[in-house]
């Protein structure tokens, strides 16, 4: 498996690593590292960055998960072989940590473009990072970024996309690129596809800064609707406006009060 030295265990389950080639044209996914089976593609992408057998541009795939990790500590499950679940590594020289909001825009944009290229329904962005198609979701985002002083050292951008699983616990309000489309896809095109997404962003962002990332407002779901939130644990009635350079959502509060909320105060309340 070439210049691949990860533990024993990875070794054995890793299937195939696409080499770096200085001819791809793509940013990310470049090594390609495909295992059968992981605990969680982040998990080990931290471990390989930890080792330095990661690098800028490198993405995780595994085609089963054992122990996906959601936001908020909850599970993630996929569908084996039906899903993807990937992580792509990142390392965005400079970025201020007061800044790395900007990594979960570029990744939700990559995200939605993918799901709209194939889906004709409305496709959203939920802040901070959700993509769901109507109010289903299609697609999660996990992103651990490494600190180094005031600055991101490295980011490990996860995401999980529901693409050829048509068989979803309704509780969970999810949705699928096959569910929407009523066909089966090529999922490792869409992998591509994503991956490619991605670094059209990257290059973008790279080239003008956060102005290339605006179109994430626009994208946002319930903008400019009211909708039912929980602020500090109450729940209220806010419509989203904006999102503020630290990634909080800008909203304006029932009764006139317009101000930015992190996750830890404000979140879209349970469906
Ligand atoms: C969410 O809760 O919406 C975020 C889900 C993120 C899931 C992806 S799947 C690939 C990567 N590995 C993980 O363990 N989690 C992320």
New binding site residues.
Partial sequence: MGAFKGSELLSALLITVSPPTRMSSSLFGNPLLQFAELD????TAAELLARGEARHGTAIVAHA?RH????RG?T?T?APALDL???IVTEPHGLRADAQFALSKAAALAVHDTVRDHVSGDVRIKWPN?VLVGRHKVA???IRNELSGDRVAASII???LNVNNTDLDPALVATSLALETGRALDRMAVLHELLERFGQWWRRWEATGDAALEAYAERLWMRNRWAAMELDGALVQARAMDVDSLGRLIVEVEGGTVAAYGLDRLRFAPR
């Fill in positions: 969680s593609t982040n998990k998960q996906g990790v959601g936001q909850r993630w996929m679940a990937l992580s959700d999660g985002i996990l996860g995401i999980g």
